[in-house]
């Protein structure tokens, strides 16, 4: 996973609210055995019009997407977050996310900033002309405006982010808990854990 | 003495391996169901790293999605190949990667094979208590029978495999407290409807909702199911409701729940987690029975729900102008006018199944209604597709698929079908479904489809009448 610090570029003023990963990435491309190339399904039923803000020569590589509440809402497919992925997507800027969505875009290095909708509509104002900063270290999202806005996060996943950690190998330090659990379940409720052979 | 615990923190805390300084904990996975198209790259993840799966004995793969819901073997007994390359290629990679990391699978056309939420309290896999983790958001399904269960993406799938822990920030608790006694026609999926149609679709974001009150209570294991089902579309990741003995005479005897001694000793300890009297929640959101109608969703959005005997709402009825905005679009791809009676839409297709609404009582319900009657002509396309193998033979041998076929609909194999439509079972764009699925999102049935979710009764009385109905009109 590609550590992520600054990005700076082009933000695609999305906007939408309850945005649900059928419509980030609509099932018949779930059938795919990679993770990569979902970039192509990305928004499809959107860019069926041609209009749409992901087709616009304006927005082509914007490494960053605004959204509405709730974003990436309803199935766990991971495939989402890949498919932003693809798309070159490196930060979502949205009031709230689903709680599987963000986590997944964590885990594909992907940065989703929490900011208040004040925030969201001014940025979307920004972004119809201007890039956006978005520095991870200093949880700052800036414009050339000398607009700032601070944003939270989790420290284990900015930890994670910024060094582009493998979550697994984390875990394995553990390995002597995790045997331990499992051993006193083994005891307590063998029904549930039997032991290891 | 200890402090008063909810049921959710009595289960985060007998899983703890370990807690982290900022509050992070690994928690152990007791029970993990694989399905074929979010596991694929987990495998080829473990492959490319070398790792193997450290409990296969803990971990249950069945394929559900993708499977066509079309006869699966022919005349002579042989196993018919699937059409769809990219489906096949899906199926395949999971029958080798289940037997190559020592996982027990049950293959596509086993007589235990069906939804993967259906499979797993079916098999008394699923039990009160565990830690479930599925790559399906709908895995907060089994949260029915109090187990912690909840949907997980594809890296976490990986990290499931390789290390049976995940990493996760505790959950904040909510209450849905759902009190009295409904009225006649109202079902489990109406409660649940209801209540996404209170809290909305981020609801229940960052929480884990108990359901609580008596009309919670007076469920069926199979209608604790379908509310929990859908936890996850009021936007919480888990749904859960307290272990009793209706649960426990539903898990008695079934394949892989404790047997003999084993099982006293599970009963009293899951007797032990129910929420303390005294312990708190973090939001409680109370609900009167009486006030909950048959319930059907107008949008595209599962908080977009009205009574059957509603009409049609008008975008400004919303106070949040986003609001406004989506439901304005809603309606637009929808093809509905604000105003209209919900009973007035005509529905061309009728989908009964999903991991919501596919199990027995489930087909029994929608039977009762089809009893005697016959599809409407203006319904061009109506399947039943039960949950399981297991179910559909049970109710083959009480005639349910009779009741079906002589009304006009079709009786298919298990699996996921028109839920997502990833198979070939889709709803034609532009067209109507009243479905007992649990998302009625822009092109979820289909390219240009347009989902009406409703009960199993609802879905057999719209079958009928070719529009959405109140079932209360057919039944007494």
Redesign the interface.
């Known amino acids: 996973m590609a550590p992520i610090e600054k990005v700076e570029g082009r933000a695609i003023p999305f906007g939408?609210?309850?945005v649900?990963t059928?419509?980030i990435i609509?099932?018949?491309w779930?059938?795919?055995?990679?993770?990569e190339g979902l970039g192509r399904g990305a928004f499809e039923?959107l860019r069926a019009d041609p209009d749409n803000l992901f087709d616009n020569p304006e927005f082509a590589g914007a490494p960053i997407l605004i959204a509405?509440?709730?974003f990436g809402?309803?199935?766990?497919?991971?495939h989402a977050?890949w498919a932003l992925g693809d798309l070159g997507i490196r930060v979502v800027i949205a009031p709230?996310?689903?709680?599987?969505f963000s986590?997944?875009a964590v885990?594909?290095g992907i940065l989703p900033v929490v900011l208040p909708q004040t925030a969201i509509d001014r940025l979307m104002e920004v972004a119809a002309t201007d890039p956006i900063h978005v520095d991870l270290d200093t949880q700052t999202v800036t414009t050339p405006f000398q607009d700032r806005f601070r944003f939270d996060i989790?420290?284990?996943r900015k930890m994670c982010l910024l060094n582009g950690l493998d979550?697994?190998s984390?875990?394995?330090k553990?390995e002597t808990?995790?045997a331990?659990?499992?051993k006193k379940?083994a005891t307590d409720?063998?029904?549930?854990?039997?032991a290891?052979p | 003495m200890t402090r008063p615990r909810t049921l959710y923190e009595k289960i985060w805390d007998a899983h703890v391996v370990e807690q982290r300084p900022d509050g992070t904990c690994l928690i152990f996975i007791d029970r993990h169901l694989v399905h074929e198209v979010t596991s694929p790259q987990a495998f080829a993840g473990l492959r490319a790293s070398g790792r193997t799966v450290r409990r296969p004995d803990l971990t249950l793969a069945v394929p559900d999605h993708n499977l066509p819901t079309t006869p699966r073997k022919d005349a002579a007994g042989q196993r018919l190949p699937i059409a769809d390359a990219e489906s096949a290629a899906q199926l395949a990679a999971l029958e080798t990667n289940a037997p190559a990391f020592g996982i027990r699978y049950i293959d596509a056309v086993a007589p235990e094979q069906g939804i993967v939420h259906v499979v797993g309290p079916e098999q008394g896999f699923s039990l009160p208590g565990t830690t479930i983790v599925c790559g399906d958001s709908h895995t907060a399904c089994h949260g029915g029978i109090g187990a912690l269960a909840f949907g997980i993406g594809t890296s976490e799938v990986e990290h499931v495999l390789a290390t049976q822990t995940l990493l996760l920030q505790p959950a904040k608790t909510m209450e849905v407290r759902v009190e009295g006694e409904v009225g006649p026609g109202v079902t489990a999926k109406d409660i649940i409807l209801h209540i996404t149609g209170v809290i909305g679709a981020a609801g229940g974001t960052g929480h884990v909702i108990e359901y609580t009150g008596s009309a919670i209570r007076a469920l069926s294991v199979e209608g604790r199911l379908t509310v929990s089902n859908m936890a996850i579309e009021g936007g919480a990741r888990a749904g859960l409701i307290a272990p009793d003995d209706v649960t426990f005479a539903y898990l008695k005897g079934r394949p892989y729940a404790p047997k003999g001694a084993d099982w006293d000793a599970a009963v009293a300890y899951w007797t032990s987690l129910a929420t303390d009297l005294g312990a708190t929640y973090d939001k409680t959101v109370v609900i009167d029975a009486a006030d909950i109608a048959p319930s059907v969703t107008w949008g595209t959005s599962p908080e977009d729900v009205v009574p059957i005997t509603g009409t049609v709402p008008a975008p400004d009825s919303f106070a949040d102008p986003s609001k406004q905005a989506a439901a304005a679009k809603s309606l637009a791809y929808m093809g509905l006018e604000p105003g209209t009676r919900m009973q007035d839409v005509a529905i061309e297709n009728i989908f009964i199944g999903s991991c919501t609404n596919s199990r027995i009582e489930d087909l029994r319900a929608a039977a009762a209604v089809l009893k005697g009657r016959h599809k409407a002509a203006g319904v061009k396309w109506a399947i039943v597709v039960p949950g399981s193998g297991l179910v559909k033979a049970q109710a083959e041998a009480e005639g349910l698929d009779r009741i079906f076929t002589d009304a006009g609909l079709e009786w298919r194999e298990p699996g996921c079908s028109a839920c997502l439509g990833m198979n070939p079972d889709k709803v034609p764009a532009g067209e109507r479904c009243a479905s007992t699925s649990n998302r009625n999102f822009v092109g979820r049935q289909g390219p240009g489809s347009r989902t009406h979710l409703v009960s199993p009764a609802m879905a057999a009385a719209a079958a009928v009448t070719g529009r959405l109905t109140d079932v209360r009109e057919l039944i007494d």
């Open positions: 939408l609210k309850n649900d059928d419509v609509p099932a018949k779930l059938k795919t055995i990679s993770r039923t509405g509440d709730n809402c309803g199935s766990s497919r991971e977050a709230s996310y689903s709680d599987i986590g997944n885990k594909n989790d420290p284990f979550e697994i984390l875990t394995e553990s808990a995790i331990a659990h499992e379940m409720q063998p029904w549930l854990i039997p290891t």
